[in-house]
């Protein structure tokens, strides 16, 4: 760490039983009777939180100084673009 200081170990159990639980909500939700609309929305919102959850604990991101932070967000916009535009075509 940039700063010098000490930070506790981060509960990986703890963020692997979240992990779990809510890879299990993700699949039951896939087979709920609602529209692919709303499965689809939920479904990203889902996978996003655990992508969150991976970078920010087992990726040490959370400990890292905010420069770091910067190089992680910054391609987010392009991303988005890039998505927006493949679907457009689709």
């Known amino acids: 760490m940039?700063?010098?200081e000490d930070h506790k170990a981060p509960p990986y159990m703890l963020?692997?039983?979240v992990l779990a639980v809510f890879t299990i909500l993700e699949v039951l939700f896939a087979f709920t009777?609602?529209?692919t609309v709303v499965k689809g929305v939920g479904?990203?919102?889902m996978a996003l939180f655990?992508?969150?959850l991976v970078a920010l604990y087992y990726m040490h991101l959370r400990f890292e100084p905010k420069r770091l932070w910067l190089l992680v967000v910054s391609p987010?916009?392009?991303i988005m673009i890039l998505?927006?535009?493949v679907l457009k075509e689709y």
């Open 2 to 4: 940039a700063t010098g």
């Open 15 to 17: 963020v692997f039983v």
């Open 33 to 35: 009777p609602l529209s």
């Open 43 to 45: 479904l990203i919102g």
């Open 50 to 52: 655990k992508a969150l």
């Open 76 to 78: 987010i916009p392009l």
């Open 83 to 85: 998505l927006v535009v």
